[in-house]
């Protein structure tokens, strides 16, 4: 017996169908992407976030596009309308757009996003920091090279060290020195972790620090390693922080020697300069010794000692 036209018409819509869910099955039954965590100052999207950010600090939106759009890719190419299907990729790039959008207002609206690394006043003004304490034995020494330099300088504190030793935060304070959130724990990979956690990392770190001197101001934020991200500096500034970097770092948490040190800091330095040292995290004898050196060699060259500027939006 002979196939009709309509028997052909009816077997090829049955077979469509059938594909169609198929489709749709395989979709809903594969596991589901991660989402990533929202921009700073937002709630993770997934109870299982996994967002992650490049060196650059830009936020891989991608997989999440991805699994926003696949179910309704299947139902598109089902229907055979690929065209519907790019169309619902591109209507996460409008969402994305305006979700960085707001992130960069929100920023603007506080403290600068902007990493500063210039010294306040004029030219011939430096900014002296100190990374990783406080610490027993070293931070003490620090402080007492700066005063007998009549130097003010900004410690930035890991807040596990500040929990641990709060009457060097409170010596520091006294000292007229400024305050700086170097995280709670100094995790060195944290531009690579859920924005979640550099949010925990910060504000930890803030309160531990504001808990030993209560009341003092905590001006600035650094992150560990210089890895700063777009939603790090955002929460930074969010409570009131100023992103803080610097333009001379003469390695002296690896231990040098003293002369590589005193090279380093006694080049040729820019304008308003943003001297990197430490008080923590190690042996900090050379950097000691270096600033004994290096504090009178400024005086004698005119330089006046200031804080990093805290730029204004």
Known sequence: MGITTSSVRRRRARSAVTAAVLGLLAAAAAPALAATDGPAGTPAQGAHGTARTTPEGTARTAPQGAARTAPQGAHDAAHGSAPAAARGAARTAPQSAQSAAHGAARGA?????????????????????????????????????????????????????????????????????????????????????????????????????????????????????????????????????????????????????????????????????TVLFHDGGGDRSETVAALKQYLPWLTARGYAFTFPVRATP
């Open 109 to 273: 609206a506080g403290t600068p996003l902007a990493i500063t690394r210039l010294a306040q006043g004029p030219g011939h003004a430096v900014a002296i920091t100190i990374d990783d304490g406080p610490d027993p034995r070293w931070t003490p020494q620090v402080l007492q090279v700066l005063r007998q330099n009549h130097v003010k300088a900004t410690f930035c504190m890991i807040g596990t060290n500040a929990k641990k030793y709060p009457e060097l935060v409170r010596a520091v304070a006294a000292d007229g020195h400024r305050l700086c959130d170097h995280t709670a724990d100094h995790d060195e990979t944290m531009d690579h972790k859920p924005v979640a956690y550099q949010r925990r990392q910060i504000l930890d770190g803030k309160a531990m620090i504001q808990k030993a001197v209560p009341g003092v101001a905590v001006d600035y934020y650094r992150a560990p390693g210089g890895a700063f991200t777009p939603d790090s500096r955002a929460v930074a500034t969010e409570s009131g922080m100023q992103p803080l970097g610097w333009s001379v770092d003469p390695k002296d948490w690896s231990r040098p020697g003293l002369p590589a040190i005193v090279s380093a800091v006694e080049g040729k330095l820019p304008q308003q300069p």
